[in-house]
């Protein structure tokens, strides 16, 4: 189990992620905390995981309803699916442009950049059509311009994770999901999330097994409540499980973080 943050390391987190709650204000992706936080009901947590042992049953487990839940930033593995397979069925690889969009999006969880490249792959029928080829089935895109509000499933999560991290056999361009470059990248730049972005289902790996992860939090207009989601590849006990987390109704973001991290681990055990 990963170590607990030191104050400056908490600090450091802190400032990041209020950081990304600012541009996320900015791109719409969700609204300002209401004025008089007393007014907020009453928080009532809930939480979905999923889990998928790529090293033993191949059938994925579900803990709590399989319900749905904002995406928030987790959209944006699905975001860089979607524009990968893309320049795959265009017969290319990503352009330096593409390439210094799609890295702070997934590794800083850079807003701007996601709204660029939501933008570039059509936005939510662009999302649908490739998730209908990665086999997604309950996913739908968030409206406009509100990537983040994306609405999915803990199971769909499992199976664009498993496009992503499961070494099946290679797609050709054109056809089926991704190559296995294409893996390959998306696997690397959430195996280089920036450290204080690292909570989540890291917390159900071993010590010394470094996860690859992406993260999504919001926070809603009116309740005030938090929604906190963590998706990605973790190894505990000598095999690698792909995980995901989903949540909302926590009355702050450390509140989700707590939850997240307690669902994965149990999820995992």
């Not at 936080?37 to 709590?64: F, I, Q």
């Not at 933008?119 to 080829?133: D, E, F, S, T, V």
């Not at 056999?169 to 972005?197: C, D, F, I, N, W």
């Amino acid at each position: 189990m990963p170590s607990r943050p030191s104050p400056t390391a908490a600090h450091t987190r802190t400032g990041v992620l209020l950081a990304s709650v600012g541009a996320l204000l900015a791109a719409g992706a969700l609204h300002p905390a209401p004025a008089v936080a007393a007014s907020a009901p009453a928080a009532s947590p809930h939480a979905t995981a999923a889990v998928l042992d790529l090293d033993g049953a191949g059938t994925p487990v579900v803990h709590g309803k399989d319900s749905a839940y904002d995406t928030a930033s987790i959209v944006k593995v699905d975001i860089l699916a979607t524009l990968l397979l893309q320049a795959q069925d265009a017969g290319r690889r990503l352009t330096a442009g593409e390439r210094g969009r799609a890295e702070p999006m997934i590794e800083r969880s850079d807003n701007t950049a996601a709204n660029a490249l939501w933008r570039q792959i059509g936005r939510a029928p662009g999302l649908a059509a490739a998730n209908k080829r990665l086999g997604l089935t309950s996913t739908t895109g968030g409206p406009g311009v509100t990537w983040g509000l994306t609405r999915t499933t803990a199971s769909d999560q499992i199976r664009l994770l498993r496009a992503v991290f499961d070494s099946g056999t290679p797609a050709k361009s054109g056809s089926g999901g991704l190559t296995t470059e294409s893996r390959t990248y998306l696997r690397t730049l959430m195996g280089h999330v920036v450290p204080e972005q690292t909570w989540g289902v890291s917390a159900a790996g071993g010590s010394g097994s470094p996860p690859a992860l992406k993260n999504g939090w919001l926070q809603r207009n009116p309740s005030g409540l938090w929604d906190v989601n963590s998706v990605g590849q973790v190894t505990a006990k000598g095999h690698r499980y792909l995980v995901a987390v989903l949540s909302n109704g926590s009355a702050s973001m450390g509140d989700g973080i707590s939850l997240v991290e307690k669902t994965a681990r149990r999820a995992v055990a």
